[in-house]
């Protein structure tokens, strides 16, 4: 009775760490690459998503005019401060339909101390699965594949601890 308890208890305890180590796997697996898309900075610098490799991500559409954008703006600057030491950047990228003179008035009155790109043509927002809501935020990892997409304000607890596992990665 005792042995076939412990046999049970022994399976299920495989059967679990196997569970997990597949759960992470797909998690781990499923990463689609990032889209390759060139923009320019407010500050007149022109870059890519591709040119990020190497660097944990993070990418958000947002826009002057949208409310949870503008309230969430103080804890993506937070965020960016907390890693950018470790190989963490930030790239804000305001909506075609957002005014250029609102952007840059609000990138300068924040001081954000990331690169902000308006895209214009909308061509990022196209190139990220056409975004049309704001925020939508996009994590990368250092291989430039997509870890997590955010729609409205991410949970910033839950969103630094995925960015301390990402930075750890090799």
Same mark, same amino acid.
């Given at each position: 009775?005792?042995?076939t308890r412990?046999w049970?208890?022994a399976?299920a305890?495989?059967?679990?760490?196997a569970l997990?180590?597949f !759960?992470?796997w797909?998690?781990?697996?499923?990463r689609?690459p990032?889209p390759?898309?060139?923009? =320019?900075l407010?500050?007149g610098?022109?870059?890519? +998503?591709d040119?990020?490799?190497?660097k944990?991500?993070?990418?958000? %559409?947002?826009?002057?005019?949208?409310?949870?954008?503008?309230?969430?703006?103080?804890?993506?600057v937070?965020?960016?401060q907390?890693?950018k030491?470790r190989?963490y950047?930030?790239? !804000?990228?305001?909506m075609s339909?957002d005014?250029? =003179?609102?952007?840059?008035?609000f990138?300068?009155s924040?001081?954000?101390? %990331?690169?902000?790109?308006?895209?214009? =043509?909308?061509?990022?927002?196209?190139? %990220?699965?056409?975004?049309?809501?704001?925020? +939508?935020t996009?994590?990368?990892?250092?291989?430039?594949r997509?870890?997590?997409?955010?729609?409205?304000?991410p949970d910033? !607890?839950?969103?630094h601890?995925l960015?301390e596992?990402l930075?750890?990665?090799?």
């Amino acid at each position: 009775m005792k042995q076939t308890r412990a046999w049970i208890v022994a399976v299920a305890v495989v059967a679990s760490i196997a569970l997990g180590a597949f !759960a992470a796997w797909r998690v781990i697996g499923s990463r689609e690459p990032a889209p390759q898309v060139p923009y =320019t900075l407010l500050d007149g610098v022109k870059t890519s +998503t591709d040119a990020q490799r190497g660097k944990v991500l993070l990418v958000n %559409f947002w826009a002057t005019s949208c409310t949870t954008c503008v309230a969430e703006m103080p804890q993506i600057v937070a965020t960016h401060q907390k890693f950018k030491a470790r190989g963490y950047e930030t790239v !804000a990228v305001a909506m075609s339909y957002d005014p250029p =003179t609102y952007v840059a008035r609000f990138s300068q009155s924040r001081a954000l101390p %990331f690169g902000v790109a308006i895209d214009n =043509t909308g061509a990022v927002a196209k190139a %990220f699965g056409d975004i049309k809501m704001t925020p +939508t935020t996009f994590l990368i990892d250092k291989q430039g594949r997509v870890v997590k997409r955010y729609l409205g304000a991410p949970d910033f !607890a839950a969103l630094h601890q995925l960015i301390e596992e990402l930075l750890a990665e090799g």
